[in-house]
């Protein structure tokens, strides 16, 4: 199975600040990753899919880059609906795996 | 508006059985792809099965194979996960979603259901 491995685990970050996550897949996987923002007791949000392609009605203060091992969720400018976890997820090949989250709290 | 609903979910234990259902409204159902995810209290996500439009493909994580069995009726417009041989580790609340056509990635959410596997 394919690893995928997020940092860091958790951030702080403030209203207004630039954030980045990153996500490493343990073999090439050209880029069939998405990213999800989940909030507590709530479902996952898709965020991108393809690695950069935004899913329709997120912000485009959200964005994503990367292909082959290595990828990154920006958000440009932190907004307070922004503090949630996020989600990378590889789908190159079954069986399809999670990064472990990237817990983004206020400073 | 693209609607999922569990149902299903529950006290069972060590051994038991349950059966998930999805109820799917306000798209084709028939047209996509199927996902469950499960995700442990307090802990990550992770897949669990998926199938094909006319349920002539479905996949497994390996932790399932064997115990759970995923199924639809698209003239139900339904999802279906029968799980057996329930484990207490298979705690975890249980959500369907819709795969993103093209993508395997899950573009509508249900609120998820609870399973609690414990003796």
């Known amino acids: 199975a394919i690893r995928m491995t997020q940092s860091p685990s958790s951030l702080s970050a403030s209203t207004g600040d630039r954030v980045t996550i990153t996500c490493r897949a343990s073999q090439g996987i050209s880029s069939y990753l998405a990213w999800y923002q989940q909030k507590p007791g709530k479902a996952p949000k898709l965020l991108i899919y393809g690695a950069s392609t935004l899913q329709s009605g997120v912000p485009s203060r959200f964005s994503g880059s990367g292909s082959g091992t290595d990828f990154t969720l920006t958000i440009s400018c932190l907004q307070s609906e922004d503090f949630a976890t996020y989600y990378c997820q590889q789908y190159y090949s079954y069986p399809l795996t999670f990064g472990g989250g990237t817990k983004v709290e206020i400073k | 508006e693209v609607q999922l609903v569990e149902s299903g979910g529950g006290l069972v234990q060590p051994g038991g059985s349950l059966r998930l259902s999805c109820a799917a409204s306000?798209?084709?159902?028939?047209?996509?792809?199927m996902t469950w995810v499960r995700q442990a209290p307090g802990k990550g996500l992770e897949w669990v099965a998926n199938?094909?439009?006319?349920?002539?493909?479905?996949y497994y994580v390996d932790s399932v194979k064997g115990r759970f069995t995923i199924s639809r009726d698209n003239a139900e417009n339904s999802l279906y996960l029968q799980m057996n041989s329930l484990r207490v580790e298979d705690t975890a609340v249980y959500y369907c979603?819709?795969?993103?056509?093209?993508?395997?990635?899950?573009?509508?959410w249900g609120q998820g259901t609870l399973v609690t596997v414990s003796s």
């Open positions: 979603a819709r795969r993103r056509d093209g993508h395997n990635a899950g573009d509508y």
């Open positions: 199938i094909k439009q006319d349920g002539s493909e479905k």
């Open positions: 306000g798209f084709t159902f028939s047209n996509y792809w």
